[in-house]
Every structure is written in structure tokens, then in C-alpha cells.
Nanobody, 122 residues
Framework: QVQLVEYGGGLVQPGGSLRLSCAIS????????IGWFRQAPGKKEHEGVY?????????YDRDSIQGRFTISRDKAKNTVYLQMNNLKPNDTAVYSC??????????????WGKGTLVTVSA
């Protein structure tokens, strides 16, 4: 069974950085597409932030990220990372990773982690 666990959330000041980790078990890290999604406080929608395709496929990021975030994959640690720089208050959300056959919407993925809270505040 595929399981995903997120780490690395916390409180950070505007302009700061965080690196989120998505540790995967039950499959190799490049077998599935791995997406990062976020759910802002009071909102129902999980919006896509960044996604890395399986194998050597492409990555996809949200326009509003504007180059501030990067996604990477460590095969030795079976982990996908989301490096977030120049964080803004409206980046505050619960960030979750999910695995699926290809990069798609949150509900279109096959496996989901429980999420980690990122709060950007002075």
C-alpha cells in the first residue's frame, strides 16, 4: 500500500523559506507523479502548487508561484521536496502531497498524505 507523509511545515515570516518533504513508502519515488497541493484556511478547494511527473517527465507549477518554489525528487531517500522561498502571507495553507498516474487535480490523484501546516506571518 502506498503511503505519503509530509514534514517541514511551521511558522515563517514573510520573505522566509521552508522546505517541505513528502516521504513515500510502498512505491519508488519516480513510479508515480507526485503533486503538492494546498488548502487555504476556510477554503474547501485543494489547489495544485507543483507536480513532478513519473520517470523523467516534466514538472508543472502554478502561475502564482512565480518561480518562488521548486520541486525535486531524491531517489535514495524516496522523498519529494518542495522548496519554498520568498513566502507570502497568502501562501498560508495546509500543504499535502499526493501520488497518481499523472499530474492532475487533487481529487484525480490516487494516494494522499495528511498534510502539514505552513503559516506565513510576522
Amino acid at each position: 500500500q502506498v503511503q505519503l507523509v509530509e514534514y517541514g511545515g511551521g511558522l515563517v515570516q514573510p520573505g522566509g523559506s521552508l522546505r517541505l518533504s513528502c516521504a513515500i513508502s510502498g512505491a519508488t519515488v519516480d513510479y508515480y507523479a507526485i503533486g503538492w497541493f494546498r488548502q487555504a484556511p476556510g477554503k474547501k478547494e485543494h489547489e495544485g502548487v507543483y507536480c513532478i511527473s513519473s520517470g523523467n517527465g516534466p514538472t508543472y507549477d502554478r502561475d502564482s508561484i512565480q518561480g518562488r518554489f521548486t520541486i525535486s525528487r531524491d531517489k535514495a531517500k524516496n522523498t519529494v521536496y518542495l522548496q519554498m522561498n520568498n513566502l507570502k502571507p497568502n501562501d498560508t495553507a495546509v500543504y499535502s502531497c499526493a501520488a497518481g498516474g499523472w499530474c492532475t487535480t487533487y481529487t484525480g490523484m490516487d494516494y494522499w498524505g495528511k498534510g502539514t501546516l505552513v503559516t506565513v506571518s510576522a
